[in-house]
């Protein structure tokens, strides 16, 4: 049972993100570890980032421009993750 709550807890705190949070003037970044189990790139939360900076741009009226993207892969033991720096043009 233990083992379960473990895993469980493990998983929910593997998909976290960050939102999107302010760097700078006119720039953001999101954050979001994947939930993905196994090794390889996180291509569901590198999509998942991008479409929550789309949302946000979308919603100012403005596209999104890519300024920096860093994507970490998933290993044993260790989840992926997606940081995007963006900007709303």
Known sequence: MR???LILVILLAACSSTG???TGDDTYMIGK???QA???PPVKTQGAVYEEAN???AQQQ???ETVKLDVTNSGFGKPGAVNLQFRCI
């Open 55 to 57: 949302e946000f741009c």
């Open 38 to 40: 196994g090794f390889g």
């Open 3 to 5: 083992f379960s709550v």
């Open 62 to 64: 403005k596209t999104l």
């Open 33 to 35: 570890r994947s939930a």
């Open 20 to 22: 999107v949070v302010q």
